[in-house]
């Protein structure tokens, strides 16, 4: 499929131990897309997530919206072409 792409975003701000990874889980399931949210040692959470191009801009709006728990004050994102990973949305 052509327009499915691959994600990664960093998210900084207040992103850890306020249940950023699992709404971000939730937001992404809804979205029907397949990836991981990972708490990084310096705080951040990057997010990678795998699916059709317009569902993965929704996830990043959302990333950068004030809907989102604790306090995201930036989002750095890169994309690239799907890996194909596993099905579904983990937290590690």
Do not use: H, K
């Amino acid at each position: 499929m052509s327009d499915t792409v691959r994600l990664i975003a960093w998210v900084r701000g207040t992103v850890q131990g306020v249940g950023f990874r699992w709404f971000t889980r939730a937001r992404a399931l809804e979205l029907g897309l397949r990836g991981a949210a990972v708490n990084l040692a310096d705080g951040r959470v990057q997010v990678t997530a795998e699916g059709p191009r317009e569902r993965c801009e929704a996830l990043l709006e959302w990333l950068r919206g004030p809907d989102t728990p604790g306090v995201v004050t930036g989002v750095t994102e890169m994309w690239g072409e799907p890996s194909g990973g596993p099905e579904g949305f983990a937290m590690r």
